[in-house]
């Protein structure tokens, strides 16, 4: 075991290669930072000549010094995230940011017996950072020459041989994933053979593979899936695949590509949401988010609304809770939350006010009857407060008898308004207005429906009395659920915010004196923090981009319709895999969010993820979940069968580690041990200590994620968790690309091979 952990991978060795350049960059970072502090102090020398001009000259320089010493201190960390290595071009001409021009490889760039060299590398950040000999070490993401990033796919690949994505954090890389844009290629970079890491080394193989229908069956994997990134934009894409047939990838950099091909119509940004976080940090490793504007916003559907704040919504509710928290009936049920939430056992039954000499009051009945007269249209209950304060000021008046005085217009209006100005400024009218109108907050109410009887009351004849329990229960349970937040978005939305009184500029002494600027520019927004603000202050985007669609509930497909009211869509998924009891019942909140707009539709039907051992395996799972349902086409073999294993003497977690130390001792990447939900805490404990190369997760985390082995436990379990388990296990199976080991407990009823009933023949 520790032999095997000691071998330097070829994953390790890219990542060290990475590495180092990164160390090179921040050498030179931190010249470039000394440059622009001699700059300061120089500027600062020239203070003591007293001329007008040489004062002048001092500030102009102090301050482009100052913001470029800014810019290289905050832009310091995490801006390296992308590398190309393209073929030798067509001229040799240079850009200004030192990289070469052409697009197109040169005529003798690939040699007759499919090899070539890589002529060029460039690295790919937030910054352009040139050596002390004007070379780039790494190209500004905005400047020409890194559109290839973005812009090159493997039907139209230009100059580019490999694409690699660079996951790092501060001084440190943490990953590379390649893509091929050239696979049949044997390239060459320093006289040795181009390594390829991840689904990248897939194609590679594919690509390399001896005969023609290999190279065909390439080919069409890389056609159909440039015919969905370059897909225009207009109207709703929707991408239809089952596992390993690409979808994440191709919807993440069809979203790079949609950005790069029109910046500025995607300027108000570009939402990506995915299913759980886990899937986030995948993307994210894909897909950094690009530019000043903040264009790119990856977000798991438990960290989408802004109210849950305090961190991403992560936990699970049972099954039966989802399946109601879930459906589209929870709608009337937070209608009339929303409402009845203004009642609390506290709020005030009488307002007592005295005006014009006389006590006047408003009893329980005559509240009761403006509470319900304000509250019969359908506007933001927090919107309804001022409509609210003129209805008890409308009753007060009456009841003082003031409203006969005057016959003159003029006169009445200015009695009327005396009276209301001197009621509504009287401190028993305010405290009686915030109580029983108070400012509903979306939590104050998701909290307000833990009370059992108050729920019964909103959910009277939608829910049952059952599951209005369950629900109560759940809500009673400190956090929040991931099915929570799209709740507490409905109810946003139903209470909406009051308008906020605009704060006056507290007066400031010190913007009496002169010079401050020039003396200490002014700290500018780096482009981090103005993506981070941009991306906070949004509500609504451009493009939308839903991964994993099938896994979205009724309410939750109202969240994220909100958020893409006015945008394109792209909709990625596969009914297949769907974790959602009713897919009819999602289908029609997904038409309800998309609207009128035109549908164009593709689908991927190449698996290049799983070998056809383990497709062969979740075939028989898939035809028992949808009868009928073709499964992508399996495109390798590797001659490894899946291992079934029975649990021995009745140790379940013995098991389980050591049939994870065996795969860890097998492969050199990643192993994905896949448990049902209920399982998830106790499974990590059973792998404590084996390292960070094994993971445990819950079915429904495991949805488009991938590793080089997995480990599926008790597949009756997960099977039987939900109405949909059976498609939720099919999903489970078709996570590995190299081996799949399956053990069977009690409940499934394994054959003396250990075999589980659900997979026989």
């Not at 520790?2 to 030179?28: K, M, S």
């Not at 001084?171 to 181009?194: F, I, N, Q, T, Y």
């Not at 995607?266 to 504007?293: D, H, N, Q, R």
């Not at 605009?502 to 002169?514: A, C, I, M, N, S």
Request: charged share 30%; proline share 5%; no cysteine.
């Amino acid at each position: 075991m520790a032999a095997q952990e000691a071998v330097d991978t070829v994953r390790d060795r890219e990542i060290g290669i990475e590495q180092e350049h990164l160390d090179q960059v921040y050498r030179r970072l931190e010249e470039k930072i000394h440059e622009a502090e001699f700059l300061m102090n120089d500027a600062a020398q020239k203070g003591h000549v007293g001329t007008p001009g040489a004062l002048a000259e001092r500030d102009a320089q102090v301050f482009r010094a100052g913001v470029h010493l800014n810019r290289l201190n905050n832009e310091f960390e995490d801006f390296l995230f992308g590398r190309i290595d393209l073929l030798e071009g067509k001229d040799g001409v240079r850009g200004p940011d030192g990289a070469y021009t052409s697009v197109e490889p040169a005529d003798d760039a690939v040699r007759a017996d499919n090899t070539a060299d890589i002529g060029e590398t460039l690295h790919i950040g937030r910054i352009g950072v040139l050596d002390a000999d004007y070379s780039p070490l790494v190209i500004d993401w905005r400047a020409p020459a890194a559109a290839p990033f973005y812009r090159s796919t493997p039907v139209e690949p230009g100059r580019v041989v490999r694409r690699r994505v660079i996951r790092s954090k501060g001084r440190r890389v943490l990953g590379v994933e390649d893509d091929l844009m050239r696979p049949e290629l044997k390239a060459a970079l320093d006289g040795a053979e181009l390594p390829v890491i991840g689904d990248g080394a897939l194609m590679a193989a594919l690509g390399q593979a001896r005969g023609h229908s290999m190279r065909d069956i390439v080919s069409s994997i890389q056609a159909e899936q440039d015919l969905v990134i370059r897909a225009p934009a207009a109207s709703v894409t929707y991408v239809e695949g089952g596992p390993g047939t690409g979808k994440t990838a191709v919807a993440l950099h069809r979203a790079a590509y949609l950005l790069y091909q029109d910046r500025r119509r995607y300027a108000g940004g570009i939402l990506i949401v995915s299913p759980t976080p886990l899937l986030v940090s995948y993307t994210e490793g894909v897909l950094p988010s690009l530019g000043e504007e903040g264009q790119v916003a990856i977000r798991a559907l438990g960290d989408l609304a802004e109210d849950a704040a305090g961190g991403v919504a992560d936990t699970y509710d049972e099954p039966a809770v989802s399946r109601i928290k879930g459906s589209s009936r929870m709608l009337a049920v937070l209608r009339k939350a929303a409402r009845g939430a203004l009642d609390q056992p506290d709020t005030p039954r009488l307002l007592r006010v005295v005006a014009f000499g006389r006590r006047l009051e408003l009893e329980e009945n005559e509240l009761r009857r403006i509470r319900q007269n304000v509250l019969s249209g359908t506007a933001p209950v927090n919107l309804l407060r001022p409509r609210a304060r003129r209805l008890l000021l409308d009753a007060l008046y009456a009841r003082s008898g003031a409203a006969g005085r005057h016959s003159d217009p003029e006169l009445a209006a200015e009695l009327r308004s005396s009276f209301d100005e001197d009621v509504s400024t009287e401190d028993s009218f305010l405290g009686f207005l915030d109580a029983w109108w108070p400012e509903l907050a979306p939590r104050r109410v998701l909290d307000a429906m833990g009370d059992e009887k108050r729920l019964g009351r909103w959910a009277r004849r939608i829910l049952n009395p059952g599951e209005v329990r369950r629900v109560a229960r759940s809500l009673r349970r400190p956090g929040l659920s991931v099915h929570d937040v799209a709740l507490l978005d409905e109810l946003h939305t139903l209470l909406g915010a009051p308008a906020r009184p605009k704060r006056k500029r507290e007066y400031d002494p010190l913007d009496q004196l002169t010079g401050l600027e020039e003396l200490m520019p002014v700290r500018e927004e780096t482009q981090r923090e103005r993506a981070e603000r941009l991306a906070a202050e949004r509500t609504e985007y451009a493009h939308v981009i839903v991964d994993e669609a099938q896994d979205l509930t009724p309410m939750q497909w109202r969240m994220v319709g909100r958020r893409g009211r006015h945008a394109t869509w792209t909709i990625v998924g596969d009914p297949a895999q769907s974790s959602w009891s009713d897919p009819d019942e999602a289908a029609a909140s997904r038409d309800e969010a998309l609207g009128s707009r035109p549908r164009r539709r593709f689908e991927l039907t190449v698996n290049y993820r799983n070998p056809a051992e383990i497709a062969e395996l979740a075939a028989k799972v898939l035809a028992l979940a949808m009868p009928g349902k073709e499964s992508p086409r399996a495109v390798r073999s590797t001659g490894v069968e899946p291992r079934f294993v029975a649990v021995a003497g009745g140790d379940l977690a013995g098991t389980v580690r050591a049939e994870a130390e065996r795969l860890l001792a097998g492969v050199e990447g990643t192993v994905g041990v896949v448990v049902a939900m209920d399982r998830r805490a106790e499974a990590a404990r059973w792998l404590d200590g084996l390292g960070d190369r094994v993971v445990a997760l819950g079915s429904l985390e495991a949805k488009g994620l991938e590793y080089d082995a997995t480990l599926v436990v008790s597949p009756a379990e997960i099977a039987d968790e939900s109405p949909a388990g059976l498609r939720v296990l099919y999903v489970a199976l078709t996570r590995s690309t190299q081996a799949l080991t399956v053990l069977a407990g009690e409940r499934d009823l394994p054959d003396a091979a250990g075999v589980p009933d659900l997979l026989r023949d």
